[in-house]
């Protein structure tokens, strides 16, 4: 079964951190880029951050740009997203994603995925 699910969500006072990991299956891990949206309640989607599928190119929105860093590991098939320095307006649902174009780039737009896991909810709050 093609899918991906994501793991590591929860509370967290500002200024702390968390992982969030994300599980592959069903498909070859290492041929896609990958990356990391959100939602928070009632807002659009938005791109996070992105890996490309040689391990070479991560992009980062501003919001997060120097707190958050995206990592693979391709032989265990898994994404992650380690965030530090939280902040209230991290609030949101996360969402691990796959990239269907066959470049040696990334995105963070969201029209570049097709495969999404079902969401991991981080909230921040003291």
């Known amino acids: 079964q093609v899918q991906l699910v994501e793991s590591g969500g929860g509370l967290v006072q500002p200024g702390g951190s968390l992982r969030l990991s994300c599980s592959a299956s069903g498909f070859t891990l290492d041929t896609f880029a990958m990356g990391w949206l959100r939602q928070a309640a009632g807002k659009e989607r938005e791109g996070v951050a992105c890996i490309s599928n040689n391990n070479r190119v991560t992009y980062y929105a501003d919001s997060v740009e120097g707190r958050f860093t995206i990592s693979r590991d391709d032989a265990k098939k898994m994404v992650y997203l380690q965030m530090d320095s939280l902040e209230a307006e991290d609030s949101a649902v996360y969402y691990c994603?796959?990239?269907?174009?066959?470049?040696?780039?990334?995105?963070?737009?969201?029209?570049?995925?097709?495969?999404w896991g079902q969401g991991t909810q981080v909230t921040v709050s003291t």
């Open positions: 994603a796959r990239d269907f174009r066959f470049v040696e780039s990334c995105s963070i737009s969201t029209s570049v995925y097709d495969l």
